[in-house]
């Protein structure tokens, strides 16, 4: 398993190094050192302005085969991914407004996503984070943000809070952080990461204490509430896609791992033959074969759709949220019937698979939620809720 | 629900026409004259030729328009365009030995598809109709072929039969029998068709009885079993494909049916508010959207990949095999979930979910089955089953 | 299949006249004679007062068999066991309101169940027929009953309706009319019967007009609203209880069929061997074999629990309405496994699964419904929905 | 959640070390103790014989509670209580081959189950240790047992193994091992347990090098293969139903947790009602409740059933090995479900739901396998497969 931008040789020494990370509970340090010597933080950016020119389809791909190889790593490094996927999305539908993370992702910044706050399940539609106008353009944030990711080497923070306070008000305000606001004590990063799986994450909690971000670094201001903005349906659009990519990228290791498993375990009860000539077995892998490659279809096409810029219409948020959904749900179903087919080793501390269990569970708790994915659709089908 | 090719007008027509069908048991005579007038018998075969110009991938969404208007005339007709577009897979691939199928859907001619035959599950891998060379290229067919949907009104019956006398025997011949066939008395149409549903397709049993192609009409010459020939896969991939459109034109249609009912129903439970407001009700129609919506965008992905003539090596059997019969499947839990909605009133005879709900589950009797679905993916997963 | 109670003549023979049942739309009249003739209308009353002296346990198991043999006989004589298993359920509780169905059922009568009406999701905590009273304790009811089953045959009629004009009202009044009132135009039987199954049943609208049961066919006036009455709980418990009987009885005898028609196809895939060798079909009727196994044990704990009048407390509801809704949906799988099973044939009219097919579906038209059956759960383990 | 037999401040204790334990990869030691001195090891022991007099049915309601405070303790604790159960079904049936495990479980003795070995599927049906008669009628055991929970404590340790030297061989043959065959340097314990759930079990493995049990030790000699012998029937039976009750246990707790967390967690997007006010969540929890409701239903008649020999004929097995199936996947469904329900919060380290999620997933790996309950349900329905 490789890929255009990840030679299998980066891939297996990302690899190895996984189950000591998650054993412990430590940052990712050597793998992003040699997937930021190996140009991958900038893969997505166009060759024009530096990068790699990889689509975001491409993309996709190198993000399952990395998850494949190390789920954290790729996790985490899928929050800086999604930061320059949004300012391609941005950029391609004719604004500039996001344009500095292209440059900067090119000139080494690394990317990390400050959006999630504890119980608002409001999401990308209302933070509880206040930004308060400094004057000049710029806004000085405070709130808490969860779930971190890179937490230990962002150079940059997206972030966004609630102004509240403009004659216009409340606005929606989105901008970046500097790293130096650490050490002005203005953002503050908790080591507080302590979790069943993905942990060489790191994806800790962040306090702002009127973290400054400057005009220059302000990108978007905008209505609260659910909007077509290009921001938000950027943000909507790359993360729900890499992330499904993650997920399944996580589950198609697992796969191979049970194809593997199968073809190594044999039966006393059939005479000594390999698993792999069991037909439950053989239906088992099957059917997660299949359903796998159905995700797979689907993160290809909408990947496709957001690279020609395919109108969708009011389904785009649905059909995100679904496959968002639909790719965690069936990369839980595919490990655990991977976990089936492997049987009691796999149960074991050390078999790659015990990690995988635990890894793949977290797909549940990113946005979209199931629940969010049903009432889209729903929105869609039948009208509004009436409330 | 229209598109390109069938208009509004067209399609309100041909579904009114739909349950009278259905309950005398009688063919679609008016849809078909109506479609043959529209042109959409030559809607696939290219411009160049004569005809629509339509792409795979838009045939397969006027083929769901169709299925949503009247299942079984989508289902007949279908048979048809699988032949034409047989003829353009090959075309595209670089041969010429079924172009007559695109000259002669230009021209009128209305083709039916004469392959399953009873009790044969090795489809077409191996027919158990003999084809007896007449020795100037030419072949005569004996034996039974089983749901030859379009029976009254085909003018070319595409046939496959084993020549097990020539010297490099056993061959799988695929050749066209004429209509004269049947007046000749070498082709005999049971009348035997009364069925749960599909009822309009008059899927009537076909006896052969040295019935004859001359060479011209003899289109390929093959070994029996699994082959990557390109007319194997033209027909594998253009069945399973527009098999899977016609299912989900069903299922769309009876969501449409199942948000009307509940946008229209109400509840004295919830002081009679319509169930459109009642968040169980959401959720079922929701979780019926986001599946459908799965496989259209599958149907889509896989239809344009054979437009492009993508290259999926050995996952294109288990793909496309895995595509029909999840459409099928998710087809049959869509329009369950729709009765569910619609509640009593769909159980009534005259109404159209009570009519779809017996449709929908021929899906399951087409190839590929679900277990040829699933052992062609362990097949690529895990190697060929021992013996 | 047989039981104590229906040889396997009787059974026989009520199957054999299934299908013409079916095709003409006609009741089951010949059925309903045979079976009173076998005292089975009087199976499941107190040896005492002259009848059978089957628990309700034993009289599921008759209705399973009933079921397997002709689905809408079973189902209809359903509604006239519902009243005889209250009224034992009531006398056992140490109340004698109920008594005279024991009476009546002994000396032949047959008991109709006038409950369901149109867009009523309220069910037994509130009727919209009007039930005024004589000013003698009887009452004069008017309003419209749906799906009463046995119309052509009761001659007690159960209903209840509104008290709205008495000082303490509402009050729900429970009572049952004679077969009187029909010649006296007071009850209005419509020949609207005409659904996609279950047509032997004959389960027509009724409309009353002011039909008079007088003060001793008035069992029992109380709260409208969920209730712990002894007549609520008995209709509920065996009215839920007994359906699952039946719908698990057509499925039983689905999965029969299935493994029949597995002992007897066979592949030309494997070699001429029989389906029952394939493991596929193996695993899919082992599945079915499996769940139906599991409601078939529930039905006889909860059947056993009432005949033993053990204390479920606050759980009676949600079990009694959860096993209903388990056991149907698992019959519609079971029938839908089993038709995959038996192949292309089950889809021709007249075979015996393709019926199934479409009895089985009415299963989820009963109360409780899949949604109610949930919250009452949801009921017990969060509290009650905040409105 | 408390019961007759283990006391709500014993089960808090319980519950309070299951966390360090788990940290710690600990024995249970404090647990077992405390157990012992509540009598609880010989609770299934006849009153008469000087035990607690329960039933298999009241057994299995305190494996619920204890596995709902402490997963790894009722597991391991479940093996003792097994052998106690196998020995009351054995003399149930009037005989006394086992008599000694209950006059034992009475005196102090702790049983433990040395039956799995690796890469044998067969089961009970076949060992790979070596039996070697000791020409006495007692027997030398060789070879490698896995998965022997409570290996720190046990003071017997039930055993099979073949023997393959006997005129009548070979035969399988069971017996019990003392404590003081590890000290012989016969039995040795590896400290090999380092798994991703169910730490505290300590289910270590266990090599047995001519451990020797002396003919009074012995407690059966039968043919291999299935076999309707009472020792087979009583392990099979107890072992089933009392899996499934540990897992049952587990998931119950996760649904408590669940529930509980709906009722304190929040949400910004429905104005901060409680999540036990939102639909979907009320539906989520009620189809977990619903689910393992059933199954409840399904232990509670097994053991019942048990207790009371009744006689399911060939079905007991597929019955046994199916209630073992659904119990263990309707507890790691649950256990998924309550995780979702809590949220973000139930995927760090230290919160109870990410040590149940661990724990739940070994239920797959005890026989009987999914595969297994399949295959003898299509023998009792189709027949034996061919070979």
Redesign the interface.
Same mark, same amino acid.
């Given at each position: 398993m490789s890929d255009e931008y990840l030679g299998p040789d980066l891939l297996a020494r990302i690899r190895e190094r996984a189950g000591r990370y998650d054993h412990d509970n430590d940052f990712f340090d050597e793998d992003l050192r040699d997937l930021v010597d190996a140009g991958y933080l900038a893969v997505h950016v166009p060759a024009g302005l530096g990068g790699g020119g990889a689509s975001l389809r491409d993309l996709t791909r190198a993000q399952r085969s990395l998850a494949g190889a190390a789920p954290a790593t790729a996790l985490a490094v899928n929050m800086h991914h999604v930061w320059v996927a949004v300012a391609n999305v941005v950029h391609a539908r004719g604004e500039d407004f996001a344009d500095e993370v292209l440059t900067g992702a090119a000139a080494g910044e690394i990317y990390a996503f400050g959006i999630s706050e504890p119980?608002?399940?409001?999401m990308l539609f209302?933070s509880?984070s206040e930004a308060d106008p400094d004057g000049e353009g710029g806004y000085r944030f405070s709130g808490t943000k969860? *779930?971190t990711s890179l937490s230990p080497a962002w150079t940059r923070l997206g972030v966004f809070g609630t102004d509240a306070s403009s004659p216009d008000a409340p606005k929606s305000v989105f901008a970046f952080l500097d790293r130096e606001e650490v050490s002005a004590d203005r953002v503050e990063i908790l080591d507080d990461w302590?979790? /069943?799986?993905q942990r060489a994450s790191q994806s800790r909690t962040t306090i702002l204490r009127r973290a400054h971000a400057p005009a220059d670094r302000v990108i978007r201001r905008i209505d609260p509430g659910p909007s077509n903005d290009p921001l938000i349906f950027g943000i909507f659009a790359c993360f729900e896609i890499l992330l499904a990519s993650v997920y399944t990228g996580i589950a198609e290791r697992a &796969?191979t791992l049970a194809?593997e498993a !199968? @073809?190594r375990?044999?039966?006393?009860?059939n005479d000594g =033959?390999t698993l !792999?000539?069991?037909?439950?077995?053989?239906?088992r892998? =099957?059917?997660a074969?299949?359903r796998l490659?159905?995700v797979g @279809? @689907?993160i +290809? =096409? &909408?990947a496709r759709d957001v690279d020609e810029r395919a109108d969708h219409g009011e /389904?785009w948020f649905?059909?995100l949220s !679904?496959l968002k959904?639909?790719a965690t749900e069936v990369a839980?179903e595919v490990v655990?019937a991977s976990? @089936?087919v492997a049987?009691?080793a796999a $149960?074991?501390? +050390?078999h790659e698979l015990?990690r995988l $269990?635990?890894d793949v &569970? #977290?797909g549940? *708790?990113h946005p979209s939620s +199931?629940?969010s #994915?049903?009432? =889209?659709?729903?929105g869609? %089908? %039948?009208?509004p %809720?009436?409330r």
């Open positions: 119980g608002n399940d409001l209302g509880t969860i *779930f302590d979790t /069943l799986g &796969l194809a !199968a @073809q375990r044999t039966s006393r009860k =033959a !792999a000539a069991d037909p439950d077995v053989r239906r892998i =099957a059917s074969g299949i490659d159905g @279809q @689907q +290809e =096409a &909408l /389904l649905p059909r !679904a959904w639909r839980r655990t976990v @089936q049987g009691g $149960y074991r501390s +050390e015990s $269990y635990r &569970l #977290a549940m *708790f +199931e629940d #994915a049903h009432a =889209a659709m729903a869609v %089908l %039948l009208g %809720l009436p």
